[in-house]
């Protein structure tokens, strides 16, 4: 089941956010074991990714400052508990898109996929696609399969995915 919950962020902000990713550091996305040079050879790539935060180590505390407030602003509106394992925030250019993978395999861990914008891009959980919506939350379990779908007409798709444990 996925919940969606809207408005986590003011529009403006998310902006902001988009303008520090511009400056950023961005390494090829990959899911699951795949091989860069053979996604990037196969002229279907995931896109780009770059990872702020995994399990207690940050690389960037200014993008983990907005990746923290919308972790706790889903936790407040499902009335759980919960600790980040992981903030990867992901561009994705026309027609890049992911392969149906799982982010976990175990059951006390959750996605959430934060849309930065509105683009034609989404996600697709379990077959369904859900279409990017800025400042919306898709909330899912990790070990569902899913993949990110990159904008058709869309120049560029910007998100954050965060991966809790329920506490």
Do not use: C
């Amino acid at each position: 089941m996925v919940k969606i919950i809207n408005n986590i962020l003011p529009k403006k902000t998310n902006l902001d956010i988009i303008r520090i990713l511009s400056e950023s550091n961005w390494k090829i996305g990959t899911d699951a074991n795949e091989s860069k040079i053979s996604r990037i050879f196969s002229g279907n790539h995931g896109g780009f990714v770059n990872l702020s935060y995994i399990e207690k180590t940050s690389y960037d505390d200014s993008l983990n400052i907005y990746a923290d407030i919308v972790f706790k602003k889903v936790l407040e509106e499902l009335n759980i508990e919960g600790v980040p394992l992981r903030f990867l925030w992901n561009m994705y250019f026309k027609n890049q898109n992911g392969i149906v993978h799982r982010d976990k395999e175990e059951k006390q861990f959750i996605s959430i996929m934060y849309n930065l914008h509105t683009s034609d891009g989404g996600i697709e959980i379990d077959g369904t696609f859900y279409p990017d919506v800025i400042g919306q939350a898709k909330v899912f379990e990790s070990y569902v399969n899913h993949r990110g779908l990159g904008p058709k007409e869309d120049n560029v798709r910007f998100n954050l995915n965060i991966i809790f444990e329920i506490k």
